[in-house]
């Protein structure tokens, strides 16, 4: 596989901010490559600068081994995290606007049926659902064929069923042989789209990998929640657990042990919880700090 | 680039005619504004009449002429012939007279008041000599109304300009319709040549509108040529266009972007004559007056309207805000920021 897109130590300041900080690496062609990180971790702002959106203080985005260009523009396609679209179109009107603003343009009907917009063609995109609107804007995204698709937090807001869908509309999109680049909280997306993912904070890359490699390598499978108040007080915390939020939380593979340390320790398991952890647990193995913002 | 041009063209007129709530606007807040003007200056003046009286000198030696003492009559001293005729023409004064041998008086054949300032003044001559000379012109009244729809015309094009470019650019840029944009082979220059020619396409023909609602209604004067009229208009147009480009090029909200806008627009709303005549203002007013590009505009305009000129007597006019509005366009192209 050869690389489509390489960044090459990429650093973008803001004054007074270092919003990343020297990022490398390649996206292959036909792969799916994942930006994951918490909020404020510089996800958005190095995919601005793969897209050619805004310019890196230091180092280079290279496409096909060449600088964005306008032939890139015309290759590419971009579904951002918030976009207007201009007032009082439909959506047909607004597929066929974006359409001719491109030399070369996908078949629409096709666009159109894998979509799913052929029942709101005639709607005005204000008065879309929040998976309508999803929708249309990949649709947008990939109304130019484009060899290289950017998503930024595209399932953000969805609600699941949504969100599910919309899944199965990217992986349509990666079935046609797409290079696709995305930003996620989700650790679930990721898990399900991703070849590759790349995981940030403040501007630094903290873990890379595929997302198979890196679960097993830093995600506990289970973590085990308890109120604080369901603790006897007096007794020392059990090793390894933290305490966030009001809550006890202890990670580990197994549950069963886990429990059993709690019951020997006098807790009261009545309030108690096990859940998968999610993005934001495997930062606190990988950063030790909390989700900003 | 045409065909991006026109898309973006095609789209923003969409925006602008499916948008009902500010089509109305566009189109009724004008003529709102001359009715309620032709409505509060519908009175009369106090003067029963309005002489004029040609002097070399500009003042009135009333004893040698019996007609000049007589009261209620206000009598205006005017040097040169040719403007004070314009003014029986017009209405504006109700008689002008010669008093230096042979004298003659020149009256309106439409003027009621004319008619009545001719009999006193005939009364007044007899018994003191040879009668005076009768020259009569003809001419509508020039009413505040006609005076003063070329400028409304002219403010509303400026308002229309200002907001429908500047204040739509920067929400543009606020909610990341121009982001979105920026992702495509759209150029800057694209972009912004297609937001002139819309808003141009616009802001003429809701003028177009106006002028024909107020034709119906109105039956103001238009004296000179449609050919000019529309050339002032549409040099004016561009004018504020470029205008607003220039606030829209950086500014990122629209709350900021509406005060800057307003502070471009009032100024002109009260110095550039929209509403009356500069010539009786301080020096100060009258020179901050000439540094507005509406000033030029609504003088133009009128002068089209009311004073019958064409093309040839308002080319300086359109010559001067054709060429702000070009180096505006450039400057604001320069300047302009996606985000």
Redesign the interface.
């Known amino acids: 596989m050869t690389a489509l897109l390489e960044a090459r130590d990429l650093v973008k300041t803001y004054p007074g901010v270092r919003a990343v900080d020297g990022i490398s690496f390649q996206v292959n062609r036909g792969s799916c490559f994942g930006l994951l990180g918490p909020n404020g971790a510089g996800k958005t702002t190095t995919l601005e600068m793969l897209?050619g959106?805004s310019r890196p203080t230091a180092g280079e985005v290279l496409y096909e081994g060449r600088g964005p260009d306008?032939r890139f523009?015309?290759e590419?396609g971009?579904q951002?995290q918030?976009?207007?679209?201009?007032?009082?179109?439909t959506v047909r009107?607004s597929l066929?606007?974006?359409a001719?603003?491109?030399?070369r343009t996908a078949d629409m009907q096709e666009l159109i049926a894998m979509c799913n917009l052929g029942e709101i063609l005639d709607r005005d995109t204000r008065r879309l659902s929040g998976g309508q609107r999803q929708r249309l804007l990949l649709g947008?995204a990939l109304i130019?064929d484009p060899q290289l698709l950017f998503l930024d937090e595209p399932t953000t807001g969805l609600d699941p069923q949504s969100r599910r869908n919309f899944w199965s509309l990217i992986e349509e999109v990666r079935r046609r042989g797409k290079t696709l680049v995305l930003t996620t909280h989700y650790m679930e997306e990721a898990q399900r789209l991703c070849d590759e993912i790349l995981i940030a904070d403040q501007g630094h890359i903290i873990a890379r990998g595929t997302p198979g490699a890196l679960v097993k390598e830093q995600f506990p499978a289970s973590v085990v929640r308890l109120p604080l108040t369901a603790w006897p007080q007096g007794r020392p915390m059990p090793e390894g657990c933290q305490v966030r939020n009001g809550y006890l939380e202890i990670f580990g593979k197994e549950v069963p042990p886990m429990l059993e340390r709690l019951e020997r320790a006098g807790a009261d398991l009545s309030e108690l919880r096990v859940d998968t952890p999610k993005l934001e647990d495997l930062f606190l193995e990988l950063i030790g700090h909390d989700l900003r913002g | 680039m045409l065909r991006r041009i026109l898309a973006i063209f095609i789209a923003r007129n969409r925006e602008f005619y499916r948008d009902k709530a500010g089509l109305g606007w566009n189109i009724f807040m004008p003529f709102l504004m001359v009715f309620s003007f032709a409505f509060i200056f519908s009175g009369k003046t106090d003067d029963v009449f309005k002489v004029g009286v040609l002097t070399r000198a500009g003042d009135l030696t009333r004893e040698s002429i019996p007609f000049l003492r007589t009261r209620h009559i206000r009598f205006i001293p005017a040097k040169d012939l040719g403007p004070a005729v314009t003014e029986v023409e017009r209405q504006q004064i109700d008689l002008l007279l010669d008093p230096r041998a042979p004298s003659k008086y020149w009256v309106n054949e439409h003027s009621a008041k004319g008619y009545l300032a001719e009999r006193l003044l005939l009364a007044a001559s007899t018994g003191s000599g040879a009668l005076p000379e009768r020259q009569s012109v003809s001419g509508r009244a020039l009413r505040y109304v006609d005076w003063v729809l070329p400028g409304v015309l002219g403010m509303n094009i400026m308002f229309s300009s200002l907001w429908g470019v500047g204040w739509v650019i920067v929400r543009y840029r606020k909610n990341g319709v121009l982001r979105r944009l920026r992702a495509t082979p759209l150029s800057a220059l694209e972009f912004l040549i297609a937001q002139v020619l819309s808003r141009l396409a616009v802001v003429l023909s809701a003028s177009i509108i106006v002028y024909l609602g107020a034709d119906v209604f109105l039956d103001f004067v238009m004296r000179g040529s449609y050919l000019a009229l529309f050339l002032v208009y549409l040099a004016g147009a561009l004018c504020f266009i470029s205008l607003g480009l220039i606030v829209a090029s950086r500014l990122r909200t629209e709350e900021l972007a509406d005060g800057v806008l307003n502070l471009i627009s009032w100024p002109m709303l009260l110095l550039s004559g929209v509403w009356f005549s500069m010539e009786g203002a301080g020096p100060a007013a009258q020179t901050a007056s000439k540094l507005l590009p509406l000033t030029y505009l609504v003088d133009a305009a009128r002068q089209v309207m009311v004073d019958g000129a064409g093309v040839t007597q308002v080319l300086p006019e359109i010559a001067l805000l054709a060429g702000v509005s070009l180096l505006l366009l450039s400057l604001s192209a320069w300047m302009f920021r996606w985000e």
């Open positions: 897209e959106i306008r523009r015309e590419i971009i951002f918030s976009t207007a679209l201009q007032d009082f179109q009107e066929r606007m974006f001719s603003l491109y030399s947008i130019n």
